[in-house]
């Protein structure tokens, strides 16, 4: 069982916007704005897209882009393109030296 | 391109231990931690447990408390992952990656090692 949750899939056509939730408790997400989010493609390692909720690292498009409200984070991608199909994990720090992430969402682009 | 270097494939008996390697730029251990994460097939992300090897301090789940040890070898700027008492649920891939350990993300990934656990 994933210390986060998140839906397990969602889809969206080329050029729209959709939006990954990821819920978490007081504990983490509520506490830390040390939420981080991955890009993985089949086969690959996991790349680092959003980091500390809201910020982009150097080379990632900016049409991903991250929030927080309460106990949930938000991962939302705009004009949606076929290489963002890909799963994606969100991660937060959860104290005490600890991390945890959601279980992963499968982004399908129709 | 900066790369963390992982070791090849492993396959391994049930009850039987398996050591990971994971080579960093030279900077890294002074400036970072090392995380481990890893896979099972089909599955999600699991975060094992973090080295900080400035401060020569360690960190696990709860999940592989007793079963998983994180080293790191400052002078050939390798970490190693051991992981104790294989079962076929251990069977998965398992990452190492660079964290920013002020704010907690991780910004480096390795490609990854398999590790089957098969009698």
């Known amino acids: 069982q994933s210390a986060l949750t998140q839906p397990a899939s969602v889809s969206g056509s080329p050029g729209q916007s959709i939006t990954i939730s990821c819920t978490g408790s007081s504990s983490d997400i509520g506490t830390f704005n040390l939420v981080s989010w991955y890009q993985q493609h089949p086969g690959k390692a996991p790349k680092l897209i959003i980091y500390e909720v809201i910020k982009r690292p150097s080379g990632v498009s900016n049409r991903f882009s991250g929030s927080k409200s309460g106990n949930t984070a938000s991962l939302t991608i705009s004009g949606l393109q076929a290489e963002d199909e890909a799963e994606y994990y969100c991660?937060?720090?959860?104290?005490?030296?600890?991390f945890g992430f959601g279980g992963g969402t499968k982004l399908t682009v129709l | 391109q900066v790369q963390l270097m992982q070791s090849g494939a492993e396959v391994k008996k049930p009850g039987s231990s398996v050591k990971v390697s994971c080579k960093a730029p030279?900077?890294?251990?002074?400036?970072?931690?090392i995380s481990w994460m890893r896979q099972a097939p089909g599955q999600g992300l699991e975060w094992m447990g973090t080295i900080i090897p400035i401060l020569k301090t360690s960190n696990y789940a709860q999940k592989f408390q007793g079963r998983v040890t994180i080293t790191a070898d400052e002078s050939s700027s390798t970490a190693y992952m051991e992981l104790s008492s294989l079962t076929s649920e251990d069977t998965a891939v398992y990452y190492c990656?660079?964290?920013?350990?002020?704010?907690?993300?991780?910004?480096?990934w390795g490609r990854g090692t398999l590790v089957t656990v098969s009698s």
């Open positions: 990656a660079r964290c920013q350990w002020e704010v907690k993300y991780f910004d480096l």
């Open positions: 030279g900077d890294t251990f002074i400036s970072y931690a």
């Open positions: 991660c937060s720090y959860t104290g005490s030296r600890t």
